[in-house]
């Protein structure tokens, strides 16, 4: 009769949790051909980066973006400057080093945050004189979402009614609730 008690004061609860977590480094060399045979790099930089993410049927998730890369250079022996622009992507296999095996349910959401924005880590000029070569890096970030089971403990001897009527004293007076920074995590949506 115990067994069947002390099952009674547990109940499992289906819920949205992270059931999967994932992060990668990348870096990845681009050569880019720019309209003039450069003569010496004066800058690169990285701009309009976009991604999305999905799940692969496996135990990973795929990021696929682009990025425009722009190289800023010299030609004809450093008497002019030029901008190149060109638009390059990438594919990143991210494998998910957390996963639940408890995890219910076959939908799935993912959820992916570039934690290192692409950018330049060297640009030179090719050997054979006329392109560019560009090395990038960037970094991700990824979670699963999908239900899972939470079992928690039921106090059978609890009063509810205690518990709702109940004043709460928690040290707190006026003055130090004004100082609370209501937007410390960012702004409140409406």
């Given at each position: ?34 309209s003039h045979k450069p003569t010496s ?86 050997p054979n004189g006329s392109r560019v ?58």
């Amino acid at each position: 009769m115990a067994n069947i008690d002390q099952d009674l004061n547990y109940r499992e609860i289906i819920c949205k949790a992270v059931c999967g977590k994932g992060r990668k480094f990348s870096q990845s060399t681009h050569t880019i051909t720019p309209s003039h045979k450069p003569t010496s790099i004066l800058g690169s930089w990285i701009i309009n980066h976009t991604y999305k993410a999905t799940r692969s049927a496996d135990d990973s998730v795929t990021v696929e973006g682009r990025y425009d890369v722009n190289i800023w250079y010299s030609y004809n022996n450093n008497t002019k400057t030029e901008v190149c622009t060109e638009t390059v992507g990438y594919k990143d296999e991210i494998i998910l080093s957390t996963k639940d095996e408890h995890a219910t349910g076959k939908e799935l959401e993912v959820s992916a945050r570039c934690i290192q924005a692409p950018n330049t880590l060297e640009c030179t000029i090719s050997p054979n004189g006329s392109r560019v070569v560009i090395q990038c890096e960037r970094e991700f970030v990824c979670d699963v979402i999908g239900e899972t089971k939470v079992c928690v403990y039921v106090n059978s001897d609890a009063k509810p009614d205690e518990w709702e009527d109940k004043d709460w004293d928690y040290g707190l007076d006026d003055e130090d609730v004004e100082d609370i920074d209501q937007f410390f995590m960012g702004e409140l949506e409406e």
